[in-house]
């Protein structure tokens, strides 16, 4: 009786079957493996410090809640009072230099009765003062936009810069910083999109005013003049 050694090629077979399949496994891949370990444990551990570890007190917020819940019930209707005001509109740059200035004697008047009571604590004795330094620039800021608007001038609103950062920002951080919202500094914004208004309908009547009593054919080069003059003003 024949066996499967005995067949004829029957250990050609054994070991062609003792050849099949991937080769053995060496340790080529162990480095990687150690570093993609290495590499989860780092992520894992600098997630666990920036969520659990890092201290995330406001760099701006002073001990005293009590003085910037006080400060917040103060610059709360006042708010309130700009944002009625910012409801008015005024065609002439007179009526908006009006608006302007009773606003930011609204924010003169404001400030005064921050200034009234300083903080208890070191840091806010220290940097509430600053603070409200700023806030009187962007004041003055103010005041001389309406000047501006009073002499004729339909320009944007401009604000001092401090270290290369925009005065307002500067304001706003310390507000949000120490929970006092209704403190953060109102914007201009809308007199800023007026003065570009303005500036388009001046361009398109100045415009206009050229092309009466021209050619059909000059008046059709006239209107793509119209439009290169207003696509520079409208360009944010």
């Keep these: 009786m024949a066996t499967p050694d005995s067949a004829p090629g029957g250990n050609h077979a054994l070991e062609r079957q003792a050849t099949y399949g991937p080769g053995p496994r060496t340790g080529g891949s162990k480095p990687l493996r150690l570093l993609f370990l290495l590499g989860a444990a780092i992520f894992v551990a600098f ?3 920036a969520l659990f570890l890092i201290d995330k007190t406001a ?3 002073i001990e005293d809640r009590a003085w910037a819940a006080r400060a917040e019930a103060i610059c709360e209707p006042v708010k309130l009072q700009i944002r009625r005001l910012d409801l008015e509109t005024a065609a002439e740059l007179e009526g908006r230099a009006d608006l302007v200035v009773e606003s930011t004697d609204l924010l003169s008047v404001m400030l005064g009765d921050l200034e009234a009571v300083e903080p208890t604590d070191a840091k806010g004795r220290a940097i509430v003062p600053d603070w409200i330094t700023d806030y009187r620039t962007l004041l ?4 001389n936009y309406a000047d501006r608007l009073r002499s004729g001038q339909n320009v944007p ?3 001092t810069g401090v270290q290369g950062v925009p005065i307002t920002e500067r304001i706003e951080t310390f507000a949000g910083d120490n929970e006092m919202p209704s403190c953060a500094p109102p914007t201009l914004w809308r007199f800023v999109i007026d003065a570009r208004r303005l500036a388009v309908r001046s361009n398109a ?3 206009l005013i050229t092309l009466a009593g021209t050619p059909a054919a000059t008046q059709l080069s006239g209107r793509s003049r119209v439009t290169t003059l207003l696509a520079p003003t409208t360009t944010w």
């Design 157 to 159: 609103f401009t604000e």
């Design 205 to 207: 009547q100045r415009c």
């Design 47 to 49: 997630w666990f410090w």
């Design 140 to 143: 003055q800021d103010r005041y």
């Design 59 to 61: 760099v701006n917020k």
